[in-house]
């Protein structure tokens, strides 16, 4: 008898572990986020980098689309522009930020709170908004045109100033969490090694927050050289990159040309996205576990200098928006200074009138509710199931992908993709669904990263446990992970609302006659030179934004006041 | 009729597992006994926890089959399991109560509500948290939080209970304390346990059987007792307790050449002579009281350092050749011996003590 004869011992043979009926459940819930990720994120990509290398009749055609577009020099010229806007933008930007973030985290000057809720004020507005205060300030007929020394606000200079109100919120933010991350220790050892103050600034904090300050330097820059609203709003005859694919989609059907530009809008933010995530993986072995949190002590002067500048700042991004507030009740500005409510009867303007509005409140609510139960579910079987290690991988790239695809490229591979004749999808295109999709793709990867974030403090054995109980894991994910994660959940919905009512770049595409959003309304009311109705619909959807704010707040306080006997800090 | 001689109630046969190119579990098997309780011993990463897993059907193992009261379980979900868990971390659901916690698998067995709350009120007293059944989870002590694990563990009344690493996180008066009360109740409900702990104390005064585990294989398994005085490998000897390691040859089937001197062992070594080996004592069974004559393995050694444990004294002894040896006196035998730094003294190694494993 030879070994080779012998029967493999039942023993030793590769076990397949059998699903059950839990396993099965999750699993196919898991392959549906994936197919889902896939249609309304990766095949539309994909759709638009095919669009880019095809002729008019779809044959492939190579580079020959790029080769005409740097050959025409006025579009060549876009890119030069946009660069510049873009760089003097983030320098700005990230100064002012820095400087804030400082006087928010390291002083002790009063209403830090305050002046940390003034600074996400932006947030609340379509980048539009900030575009037309500076028409109503610096504009032909501007209250302070002559402070521009005779240059035009309609260029580069209205740009930059927009800009840099549009994304001075993001900055703060991340400096801001940057440099709440400091060990009082390093600070203590400095002073006993008597490094002075400089020394101690150049040494510690800068050092200690330069993770921070490079990523924030990154989004900033992405986030100017996409964006839609200013540009187009107060960029006159200076073209960049955002307005031209708007013009050759919108202005001239030209789809191939207008995917190239969405490629060359794609490079700056896949760059930067692939060093945010190397640059914080660094970050996370900064700070260990016993580090003492840091306590900025008073000082008289430094906390002075921090109070007026923040007064100043705060100033100029209140008085923005009461700018645009003022100008959207006053009768007929420079020559007609009465006060009226007429801008805001949108019916006498326009055929949706209201109608846009209402079709923005109904978009944000199903974004926020629709978004955020694939959004929390996706990341929970993500992260608390077993099995298909790869799928699972595969989804949390995809849930990644958005946060560096400008809108306006995902609007546009949308077109692409849905309106393809041959799409099964195609019935999607032009409905308010479709522009629900887009949305919850556009703002995926914030609220998934958010979800991961609350679930991963979780015990990671709930499932365990309650499989060990025969109870099914979608039993414990009403019953603990929901009620346990209401917090981030009740933060996703809102993130969702606030910018399904503020984003214009993906949706520009993808509206009707049906469907125009409000965003969109003040964009074509500004077009048609309406700018009085397009900053008093600005004003409301940034009422609409602060309120659903409030709301949030006032929720969550009643929520710890309920949980406050099982919640701890 | 379950006896001792019965078919082994968990039988755990050639197990294998990989994670990736790495074996967590190298051919492991295993007899539990009904009733028994069984403690997994070894270091991190040795595989105990794996082991656990594969049991409870977290983690299936690659290859191998493991038997649970008759029924092949090898590639069952653990929803279709019968066992029972508490983790390291408890793993309590933290927005419900201490008494719904415990029920969480009552209410979806439908049994009735009365039913139900009775056997709440049953486990709870069981574990001695009766007034407790309204808090949640974040307002009990780490002890208590335990506990409540452990009634929630046993509410469906498992064949099987599994405890991963339950004592770590409590510090040691707890634990002390908590260990007692887990084996009171284990003895009382004689429900076959799985401990797995890196915890050589807990393992010794709690298990019927040790198992002690290293780089995904069971190195021995055996009673505390068996595990304590007769390790079958040098591991085994080094990771339980304290051990003298001395260098040394074969000399024969029964003698050990140690640094010019002889030593007798009482068991016959299967080595041939002038084999590297180590042979391996506890200091405290190195001798120094009532030496009569004519001991086996006497040796004089001088006192190279002394350290005061309470009751005891740990001496670093030296011999003429320099081997140094760890000893442990009782209070006692150093006052009335004298025994200082600097002394000479005799000592006898036991050769009935003395364990021998290749080097």
């Known amino acids: 008898m030879t070994l080779a004869a012998l029967p493999v011992p039942a023993a030793s043979r590769p076990v397949r572990a059998r699903l059950g009926r839990d396993g099965m459940i999750s699993l196919s819930m898991l392959a549906l986020v994936a197919a889902y990720l896939a249609l309304t994120v990766v095949i539309p990509l994909y759709a638009l980098l095919r669009k880019s290398v095809q002729d008019k009749d779809g044959a492939f055609i190579g580079i020959a689309n790029f080769e005409r577009y740097f050959a025409d020099p006025a579009l060549a010229e876009s890119i030069g522009n946009t660069f510049t806007v873009s760089i003097i933008g983030t320098v700005i930007t990230i100064a002012l930020a820095f400087i804030y973030a400082y006087a928010l985290q390291r002083s002790c000057m009063p209403g830090r709170g305050l002046f940390k809720a003034i600074a996400l004020v932006p947030l609340l507005a379509p980048s539009l908004l900030p575009a037309l205060s500076l028409i109503y300030l610096f504009g032909n007929q501007g209250m302070l045109k002559s402070w521009l020394f005779g240059y035009s606000i309609y260029g580069p200079i209205g740009i930059i100033m927009g800009e840099v109100f549009y994304a001075f919120p993001h900055a703060v933010l991340i400096i801001f969490t940057s440099l709440a991350m400091a060990d009082q220790r390093l600070y203590e050892a400095a002073t006993a090694l008597r490094a002075g103050p400089a020394r101690m600034f150049f040494t510690v904090t800068l050092p200690g927050c330069r993770y921070g300050v490079v990523s924030a330097c990154f989004v900033v820059f992405t986030l100017i050289f996409t964006d839609f609203g200013v540009p187009k709003v107060v960029g006159g005859q200076y073209d960049v990159l955002a307005t031209d694919v708007y013009k050759q989609v919108i202005g001239q059907f030209n789809f191939q040309m207008g995917a190239v530009v969405g490629m060359l809008l794609l490079i700056p933010a896949v760059l930067s996205f692939a060093v945010d995530r190397l640059v914080q993986r660094r970050q996370v072995a900064l700070l260990s576990a016993r580090a003492v949190p840091f306590e900025a002590k008073p000082h008289a002067l430094r906390d002075a200098v921090c109070l007026a500048f923040c007064v100043a700042v705060s100033a100029i991004l209140l008085g923005m928006l009461a700018v645009a507030g003022m100008g959207s009740v006053i009768r007929y500005w420079p020559y007609d200074m009465g006060l009226t409510l007429a801008n805001y009867d949108f019916n006498n303007i326009d055929t949706n009138g209201w109608g846009a509005y209402w079709n923005s409140i109904v978009m944000a609510c199903a974004t926020a509710v629709i978004g955020t139960a694939i959004v929390f579910a996706g990341a929970y079987l993500v992260e608390k199931t077993r099995g298909l290690g790869r799928m699972r991988a595969a989804i949390h790239f995809a849930a990644m992908v958005p946060l560096a695809v400008p809108g306006l490229v995902l609007g546009l591979s949308y077109i692409f993709f849905f309106n393809a004749r041959a799409n099964p999808l195609n019935f999607l295109y032009l409905t308010m669904a479709i522009l629900v999709i887009n949305t919850i793709a556009h703002f995926y990867t914030v609220c998934h990263l958010t979800a991961l974030t609350a679930l991963k403090q979780l015990d990671a054995e709930f499932e365990a446990v309650s499989a060990s109980l025969k109870v099914p894991f979608y039993k414990t994910f009403w019953r603990v992970s929901v009620p346990v994660c209401l917090p981030a959940i009740i933060d996703i919905a809102i993130y969702y609302f606030v910018n399904a009512m503020t984003t214009v770049s993906a949706v520009v595409f993808l509206y009707s006659s049906d469907t125009k959003l409000a965003s969109i309304s003040v964009l074509n009311m500004d077009d048609s030179g309406n700018t009085a109705n397009a900053a008093a619909m600005g004003m409301t959807i940034v009422a609409t934004s602060a309120a659903v704010r409030l709301l949030q707040a006032l929720l969550l306080r009643g929520l710890n006041a309920r949980t406050q006997a099982w919640r701890r800090r | ?359």
Not at chain 2, 77 to 93: K, N, T
Not at chain 2, 105 to 111: E, N, P
Not at chain 2, 203 to 231: C, F, K, S, W
């Open chain 2, 1 to 359: 009729m379950p006896s001792p001689m019965a078919a082994p109630y968990l039988r755990i046969e050639h197990v294998g597992k990989l994670f990736g190119g790495f074996r967590a579990l190298n051919d492991v098997s295993l007899n539990i006994n009904e009733g028994e309780l069984v403690c997994f011993l070894g270091p991190s990463g040795c595989g105990k926890t794996t082991l656990l897993r594969a049991i409870a059907g977290l983690d299936v193992q690659t290859t191998g089959a493991i038997h649970q009261a008759g029924r092949d379980i090898s590639a069952l979900p653990p929803s279709e399991r019968d066992f029972g868990i508490v983790f390291q971390s408890y793993a309590l659901f933290p927005n419900i109560t201490v008494a719904r916690n415990v029920g969480y698998g009552l209410a979806s067995t439908g049994a009735d509500r009365a039913k139900a709350s009775a056997r709440v009120a049953e486990l709870l007293a069981l574990v001695g948290l009766t007034d407790q059944s309204d808090k949640y989870p974040a307002q009990l002590s780490g002890g208590q939080q335990q506990r409540v694990a452990l009634a929630r563990a046993l509410a469906l009344s498992p064949g099987l209970l599994l405890l991963d690493e339950p004592l770590s996180a409590l510090d040691a008066r707890v634990r002390a304390h908590l260990r007692h009360e887990i084996l009171a109740l284990q003895r009382k409900l004689k429900v076959t346990t799985i401990l797995v702990t890196h915890d050589q104390e807990e393992a010794l005064t709690m298990a019927d059987r040790i198992v002690v585990m290293n780089h995904g294989v069971i190195e021995q398994v055996g009673t505390p007792e068996d595990i304590y005085r007769r390790p079958a490998t040098a591991f085994v000897a080094d990771f339980v307790g304290r051990m003298n390691f001395l260098p040394a040859e074969m000399a024969g089937p029964k003698r050990l050449a140690l640094a010019g001197v002889f030593l007798d062992c009482a068991e016959a070594i299967d080595l041939p002579a002038g084999s590297p080996v180590n042979a391996c004592l506890r200091p405290e069974d190195v001798m120094v009281r009532d030496l009569g004559l004519g001991h086996a393995n006497a040796l004089d050694v001088g006192v190279a350092a002394m350290e005061f444990l309470g009751s005891f004294y740990r001496a670093r002894l030296t011999t003429a050749a320099a081997v140094e040896i760890t000893a442990d006196f009782s209070a006692n035998a150093v006052r009335d011996l004298g025994i200082e730094v600097g002394a000479t003294i005799k000592v006898v190694l036991p050769p009935d003590r003395l364990r021998v494993y290749p080097r």
